[in-house]
T-cell receptor, first 113, second 112 residues
Framework: GESVGLHLPTLSVQEGDNSIINCAYSNSASDYFIWYKQESGKGPQFIIDIRSNMDKRQGQRVTVLLNKTVKHLSLQIAATQPGDSAVYFCAERGGGGADGLTFGKGTHLIIQP | DAGVIQSPRHEVTEMGQEVTLRCKPISGHNSLFWYRQTMMRGLELLIYFNNNVPIDDSGMPEDRFSAKMPNASFSTLKIQPSEPRDSAVYFC??????????FGSGTRLTVV
């Protein structure tokens, strides 16, 4: 029979514009967060991480913002390039010594030329 | 470093057969994780090991699934007997004391 898959949120941006991808997490005890990029046929690739005692961290062309009050995480990509097209996942580590990551559903970023 | 290495990249098997997936973590990493990715459920944690010891296997779907880590450089995930609903991409990841989570390229399993 026909299978129904996850309907991933999609964000379409023009090449050169900035992209903002959002993520709501569920566990207020989570102490560490990671953004991953996944291209078709590949494994998740680490982009940037942030610990719960921080609210902002910057990398090369990427910034992660953490708002613990509303349990919200965002990834900002500056000057989006065609190579940024992928599915982006946020992941949280539950804290309390639990090392496993829990992943969000993902956002499909599409770059328009 | 070659990163996390998984084999095989693709596996097609018949229902009822045993399937073994393999993973070599990054040298020096002390934690290893097995994940499953499907369209329906996204990325799910199946089991993880710290220093070769299984810590949390609450994500393992049922008794047909088992995982071992006989040493710091090798782990297996076994499904016996396999069923069509096990079809998915299985990822292995490793980390060092809770940082640097690095994923392998995955094994795409198809059970027919």
């Amino acid at each position: 029979g026909e299978s129904v898959g996850l309907h991933l949120p999609t964000l379409s941006v023009q090449e050169g514009d900035n992209s903002i991808i959002n993520c709501a997490y569920s566990n207020s005890a989570s102490d560490y967060f990671i953004w991953y990029k996944q291209e078709s046929g590949k494994g998740p690739q680490f982009i940037i991480d942030i610990r719960s005692n921080m609210d902002k961290r910057q990398g090369q062309r990427v910034t992660v913002l953490l708002n613990k009050t509303v349990k919200h995480l965002s990834l900002q990509i500056a000057a989006t390039q065609p190579g940024d097209s992928a599915v982006y996942f946020c992941a949280e580590r539950g804290g309390g010594g639990a090392d496993g990551l829990t992943f969000g559903k993902g956002t499909h970023l599409i770059i328009q030329p | 470093d070659a990163g996390v290495i998984q084999s095989p990249r693709h596996e097609v098997t018949e229902m009822g057969q045993e399937v073994t997936l393999r993973c070599k973590p990054i040298s020096g990493h002390n934690s290893l994780f097995w994940y499953r990715q499907t369209m329906m459920r996204g990325l799910e944690l199946l089991i993880y090991f710290n220093n070769n010891v299984p810590i949390d296997d609450s994500g393992m779907p049922e008794d047909r699934f088992s995982a071992k880590m006989p040493n710091a450089s090798f782990s297996t995930l076994k499904i016996q007997p396999s069923e069509p609903r096990d079809s998915a991409v299985y990822f292995c990841a490793s980390s060092l004391t809770g940082v640097g989570y690095t994923f392998g390229s995955g094994t795409r399993l198809t059970v027919v």
